[in-house]
């Protein structure tokens, strides 16, 4: 059981590694791949037909620009695909966004925000834990975590603006 994170190009393995990440906190076993839908498009096709077969999961894929990466996958696998659009060029990640979300129907993507890897890994655990006890028992450790720093901010920000107390005259 892995999932495997797919990149477009080596320049995108700075905002691919959130995913990378994440996955590895959970301990769960990740391929990283570099193959492209245009410059390399058997090698993709190749690698999407095979995928379920080698026990991979779930299938990330980050892309920017004309962001076929995530579509191409979906049309030949039939794992689910997460998209992650990539920010860059001219359009800073409206183009990838675009690309990837819009998806004939039939043909699903699940895409997550401009550069969302992190959420991208997440979401991933998540359909792992579905079949996975131990692992949907760490996904609630990490939601639990995750509200104890965000009420640990909400105190530190009350006392950091309290209203100070108006000094009371003697009586
Ligand atoms: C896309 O084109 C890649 O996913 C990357 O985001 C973008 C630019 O690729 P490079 O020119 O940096 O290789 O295919």
């Known amino acids: ?42 090698d993709t096709v190749n690698f999407a037909r095979n995928a379920a077969a080698r026990g991979i999961r779930v299938l990330i894929a980050g892309a ?14 039939p794992l689910p695909v997460i998209g992650v659009p990539i920010a860059g ?16 129907r039939g043909v699903p993507v699940a895409t997550v925000a401009i550069n969302g890897a992190r959420n991208a890994g997440l979401l991933a655990v998540r359909m792992l834990a579905l079949e996975d006890e131990p692992l949907a028992e760490a996904l609630s450790l990490h939601s639990e975590a995750q509200a104890a720093q965000v009420r640990a901010a909400d105190e530190e920000l009350q006392s950091r603006y309290a209203t100070p107390q108006t000094p009371q005259p003697d009586t």
């Open 1 to 42: 059981m892995s999932v495997a994170v797919v990149m477009g190009s080596k320049s995108d393995a700075p905002v691919m590694e959130g995913a990378v990440e994440v996955l590895r906190e959970f301990s769960v076993p990740v391929e990283v791949r570099v193959l492209s839908a245009h410059r390399t498009p058997d």
């Open 64 to 77: 920017g620009g004309a962001a076929h990466l995530a579509g191409v996958l979906a049309a030949v696998s």
């Open 89 to 104: 060029g001219e359009l800073r990640g409206l183009d990838a966004l675009l690309a990837t979300v819009q998806m004939p």
